[in-house]
């Protein structure tokens, strides 16, 4: 698996991308230095045009150098060449997916210590998803809000990769990296933005700030 790095998370739902297209906020932010991208597409979107949309993201993402997640579908992992895959507490069981996608990455989402503690005793996973940190509603049944609390139990007892995630936004980022998160998810805080870009750029200036 590649190393699993530190500083910007971006997930692609294009509901959520400001009225631009999924491809062409994928391209921004990979252009800006988003080091991982997740497709996340839950919607009536027939597979067939998803499957086009991963190709794309997959070249873009190659040609950039960034790793390239999709969100909870296999079979669109697969099919794409995707570096790995990303699923829930109430998706196929870790080992099941494992068996099917070999020595791809696997990220689960994770919200409390048990859960924690279990996909790293299990030694399954590559990295977990810790939160919602702070109240979000990206998801239509999102999970309540973890708060920092398990972001601190998951830094000093986990020793797995994880991103921080949910309800992340430039106003309080700074608060993830003072209690430890050096990879940190954010959804709409990037993708509508009013100027992508600059929006990158600012988070990127307060990551570097605490050498990330």
Request: charged share 25%; glycine share 8%.
């Amino acid at each position: 698996m590649p190393n699993f790095p530190n500083g910007l998370y971006g997930i692609l739902t294009e509901k959520l991308c400001g009225g631009r297209s999924i491809i062409e906020t994928a391209r921004i932010m990979a252009e800006e230095g988003v080091a991982i991208i997740q497709y996340r597409e839950k919607e009536d979107k027939p597979k067939k045009i998803q499957y086009e949309e991963c190709l794309e993201i997959r070249k873009i993402t190659r040609e950039y150098g960034e790793i390239f997640i999709v969100n909870d579908s296999l079979d669109l992992a697969l099919a794409c060449d995707a570096d790995g895959v990303h699923i829930g507490q109430d998706d196929l069981p870790p080992a099941v997916v494992r068996s099917l996608v070999g020595s791809r990455i696997i990220g689960l989402s994770t919200h409390s210590p048990e859960q924690a503690q279990k996909a790293y005793q299990d030694g399954i996973v590559d990295y977990i998803g810790v939160g919602p940190l702070f109240p979000t509603q990206t998801k239509i049944h999102p999970e309540g809000p973890v708060g920092l609390t398990y972001l601190d139990y998951v830094v000093n007892n986990i020793p797995l990769p994880f991103v921080a995630i949910g309800g992340i936004k430039e106003h309080n980022i700074e608060s993830v990296l003072q209690h430890g998160a050096k990879t940190i998810c954010l959804v709409t805080e990037i993708t509508q933005a009013e100027n992508i870009r600059e929006k990158i750029t600012r988070l990127r200036e307060i990551l570097r700030r605490y050498g990330i």
